[in-house]
């Protein structure tokens, strides 16, 4: 709009691509922005580095209650709780779990989203599984549901589509930095994919410190849980022997394909089935003793950031866990129960990690007018 025959003047390109921003943080900022300190549990105040940067321990949680408060602000609606009752009514009418007269608030249900990707790293076999959960759970008032964020029609409906979730589970992806809408103490299962030691992406696989994603759930209120997938997830190569596999997945017709950014996958049914087993419905009902989530643990799971009830007088678990917070309730403490790289000859990311800090990167401003969609 020039009005001062400025016709000629460039117009700077908008730095938001609108048709291709679907995630509320760009994947590859979430390293600079909080990994650094992601292995000391619990941040200490009274390190030198901590001074400089305490932005390591704080900014996502910092970021997570300014964006919830405006989104609280910017709704359309003077009642946000009850929006998210009826959207997860919406979602269970649809499914025919309840019926028109049902005049609950739906907590007796829950509702486990699966994320899915349009473009790629889509989940191959997604109705699949959710015929599964639908045949395994209907009668525990569990229901499965596709997430796809891609599909969502404004800010606001990306919002509900989460916060209406007792549980995600999906792809290590930029798509699953939405779990930081779900409820507290919901669960995130984030599936590792798998990589071989000649392709690149051994970050994605971390299991002895946070995945850059994970970097986000470190310490929050969310049960953050991940699950690293095998051979069979990848749909490429199937007639090939493991001596000229790598022959196969890397040549010109797969190599793009077999990137870990751009290969669509497959999930075993059961791990879904059991994740919601063995950890959401036991852990909805009421605290699980940390050592019980112990022993439900396979070799494949990492249980990240888990609530759970410790041994009176115990800051440390077993496995070499450790203790970062405690809440109201004494018994009741956040543990991260790490494990070795599934890989061998994973690089080694733990106590040595050292992450640049970019003087450009600024903490965001903590205003009444930061709108959360930009």
């Known amino acids: 709009n020039n009005n001062n025959n ?30 650094h300190t992601a292995d000391q549990s619990p941040c200490n105040p009274t390190e030198p580095d901590f001074k400089q940067h305490p932005h390591h321990c704080k900014a996502y949680a910092k970021l997570k209650t ?6 609280e602000k910017q709704h359309h609606s003077n009642n946000l709780d009850e929006d998210i009752v009826q959207y997860r009514k919406q979602i269970l009418t649809k499914r025919h779990y309840i019926h028109d007269d049902y ?21 191959i076999n997604l109705q699949n599984v959710m015929e ?11 229901i499965c549901v596709e997430v796809n964020v891609e599909e969502s029609a404004s800010p606001q409906h990306q919002f509900l589509m989460h916060r209406s979730l007792d549980a995600l589970i999906g792809i290590h992806g930029a798509q699953m930095t939405q779990a930081m809408l779900l409820p507290p103490t919901s669960h995130v299962l984030e599936l590792l994919p798998w990589i071989p030691e000649y392709s690149r992406g051994a970050w994605t696989q971390r299991r002895n410190i946070p995945t850059p994603l994970g970097v986000i759930f470190h310490n929050s209120d969310l049960n953050h849980f991940g699950y690293s997938l ?6 490429l190569c199937h007639n090939s022997t493991r001596n000229n596999e790598k022959a196969c997945f890397t040549n010109e017709k797969n190599g793009l394909k077999f990137q870990w950014d751009n290969r669509n996958f497959l999930v075993d049914v059961d791990v879904v089935i059991r994740f919601v087993n063995d950890y959401v419905l036991p852990m909805r009902k009421s605290p699980c003793k940390c050592k019980e989530l112990l022993e439900r643990q396979d070799e494949r799971m990492v249980m990240y950031n888990v609530w759970c009830e410790a041994e009176s007088g115990s800051n440390v678990g077993n496995n ?27 690089i080694d990311l733990g106590s040595k990690l050292e992450v640049e800090i970019f003087p450009r990167c600024k903490q965001p401003e903590i205003t009444p007018t930061w709108n959360y969609y930009n």
């Open 6 to 35: 400025n016709n000629n003047r460039p117009v700077p390109p908008s730095p938001i691509k609108e048709e291709t921003t679907y995630t509320l943080w760009p994947g590859k900022y979430i390293d600079v922005f909080g990994l």
């Open 66 to 71: 300014h964006l919830l408060g405006n989104i």
């Open 103 to 123: 005049k609950g608030d739906t907590k007796e249900y829950t509702i486990v989203g699966l994320a899915q990707r349009t473009s790629r790293r889509s989940w």
């Open 132 to 142: 599964a959960c639908h045949a395994q759970f209907a009668r525990q008032d569990v």
């Open 230 to 235: 095998d051979r069979s997830s990848v749909p």
């Open 320 to 346: 070499g866990a450790s203790s970062s917070a405690r809440s109201k309730n004494s018994s009741l403490a956040v543990m991260h129960y790490y494990r070795d790289p599934i890989r061998s000859n994973n």
